[in-house]
RNA sequence: CGAGUUGGCUGUACGGUUGCGGGCAAAGAAAUUUGCGUGAGGAAAGUCCGAGCAUCGCAGGGCAGGAUGCCUGCUAACGGCAGGUGAAGGCGACUUCAAGGAAAGUGAACAGAAACAUACCGCAGACCUUUUCGGUCUGUAAGGGCGAAAUGGCGAGGUAAGAGCUCACCGAGGCCGCGGUAACGCGGCUUGCAGGUCAAACCCCAUCCGAUGCAAGAUUGGGACUGCGUCUUGCUUAAAUGCAGAGGGCUGCCCGUCCGACGUAUUCCGUGAACAUCGCUCGAACAUACAGGCGACUGUAUGUCUAGAUAGAUAACCGUACUCGACAGAACUCGGCUUACAGGCCAAUCUCGGAUA
RNA sequence: GCACCGUUAGCUCAACUGGAUAGAGCGUUGGUCUACGGAACCAAAGGCUAGGGAUUCGAAUUCCUUACGGUGCA
């Protein structure tokens, strides 16, 4: 199953604006309806240094296309992990699940 | 054996399943699929210097501005490196140093008598007054005091008291000789030594520098009519055609030089502008050997091709081993510097101390 | 990625060309006034000048370096 990456500044301020929200432990998740599955990820500096960046990204993508087939519908996403001590993919993939289902209401 | 100094290397390893970027090959009309091989660092970082490369109509001169600052080399270049000199530190191996010029000029708070020569206390002499205390003049930089700094240090002679006033030694300046490419060193002679410190204060001298940076820049966005705005002074011409003048560009200014257009809107024709393509990785490249040089480095030969992304590729899960894994992620490319860094390893006929023979 | 700027009291800013106690306003605390509060007036506290090093007799100021914050560039 392949998905999109969302890559547009435009795109990702058309979410930021009219996207709804769904919230969970390690990530926030923005998202609107649409034909097919893209995914952006947004990550401050906050985070820290370009190597914990780069491997919190990894970690969502992994963690993305793993659980994708539990998506209710298909639909624009924007992913914000939540500033911590550490990560995990499980943790990771954890909020992914549980923000599907919430989506699903 | 212990404690050090300097230089260098390394930066978890192996296996399985599922995935990611680029390349090559094959299949397919295409989307795509399959296979093979490849894919972060010593600092990729900070952006502190130097170059390549690109654009700025030309890349010219001067001023302004900026950088560097012992000597000789190395280098494409450098504010880098190497080898020396000097100074400071260390028992030593060795380490550190923006290390030109203060008789070109300006400036340097407060305190202090004085920070270009000046006498506050003191010391000494002379005179005055005199019971004493004292006062005036002169000499004096040895002592006190002020200060970050007080006119070279120390000892002896000398003197009314003192003073390079005289002498020895040390320091400083000058001259000569010798050694060295040079910085400088050594030796001799000579000058009693009228002036300190700060130039990472302004400044002077010497040398160097055009500006902007790959978000540079190039390609595919072209043509026609019309309108509007900026510039448009005069004469002339069919015409911005020609001449003069004004304006604008070229680095902030001047000289000099170049320029006749530039911007925008509507309509029509055309249309691929975005998940574009190029720049974009073969290069002052890397590895090995030999040769030259104390060394930085250079030359020759042979071999290798070693990321090229663009919301930005190295991940997820599992297993095995150990010393249980630090700092950290390419973004046009090189040469340096600086900063961060768990641990491990190596070298030097290196240094000091102890023990034994 | 490239280029550049800033950091001073709780907050917003000063401090001239290095010179001594680093100032001002707002805020805070205490007092005066008032029946009480506000306003006004008086007074006080509060600073390792972002961290480290260098130059200098002396550094908020000059130089080097680190950290943090911010701006511009299609």
């Given at each position: 199953m392949q998905y999109r990456r969302l890559k547009k500044n435009r795109d990702f301020n058309i979410l930021f604006r009219k996207g709804k929200k769904v919230f969970s432990p390690y990530l926030t998740i923005l998202y609107i309806p649409s034909d097919e599955t893209v995914m952006g990820i947004a990550l401050s500096k906050?985070?820290?240094?370009a190597v914990r960046r780069n491997r919190i990204k990894r970690l969502i993508r992994a963690a993305f296309s793993e659980c994708m087939d539990k998506l209710p519908f298909t639909c624009t996403v924007v992913i914000m992990p939540k500033v911590a001590e550490s990560y995990s993919f499980d943790d990771f993939r954890a909020s992914l699940l549980s923000a599907f289902r919430r989506m699903q209401k």
């Open positions: 906050k985070h820290g240094k």
